[in-house]
């Protein structure tokens, strides 16, 4: 892993708008957040990929589970229906009493984005998304704050927290590489922009 963390402003990559026609019952944004908020990029490069971007997104759309180290979390979706929707709610269990509520507020052929509900451990966003540009890319960006004063010395303070999710999604981005056919090129880069905010 390529990993570097340094301090920034808001207004350096802020958090995408929420769409209109949102159902906002129990949405969680940062704003509802305490301490930090953490922007992260974690990417991987893969070489000889047999899948295009759409057809990996389409996969992954079709079942996060495909990816997700189900020892450390897995989708359940609430919704009915088939494939992911706008609007759609899921629960990621994860050990203990950790479990994740989030809403996915943008879908498109190559990427999908939820929005944390309240009880997840954070408040924020997340974005999944892939991209044909000579090799294929797959990124996965967040932009969160701790859900509340536990969960911030959780992951900021003991830093426990921000180890396992760092576990969680360098582990998806590996099954991404095997899912696809191809290898990795180079190391998986995390990048992280520490934001001071108030409350």
Known sequence: MNRSEEAAELSDGPPPELPDGLDMQDV??????????FHRIYRARILDAQLPAAEVMARVQGDPNDIAPTELA??????????MRFGDDYIVHMPGPW????RIVDVR???FRFVTLAGHLEAGQIEFRASDDGDLTFEIESWARSGDKLSRILYDGFRMAKEVQLHMWTSSLE?????SGGVRRGPIEIRTKRVEMDG
């Not at 969680?28 to 908020?37: A, N, S, Y």
């Not at 099954?175 to 899912?179: E, N």
């Open 28 to 37: 969680q944004t940062e704003r509802d957040g305490t301490g930090p908020l």
């Open 99 to 102: 479990n994740g509520p989030v």
């Open 109 to 111: 052929p190559t990427s």
């Open 74 to 83: 897995r989708f359940h979706r609430l919704s009915e229906g088939e494939g």
């Open 175 to 179: 099954q991404v590489v095997r899912m």
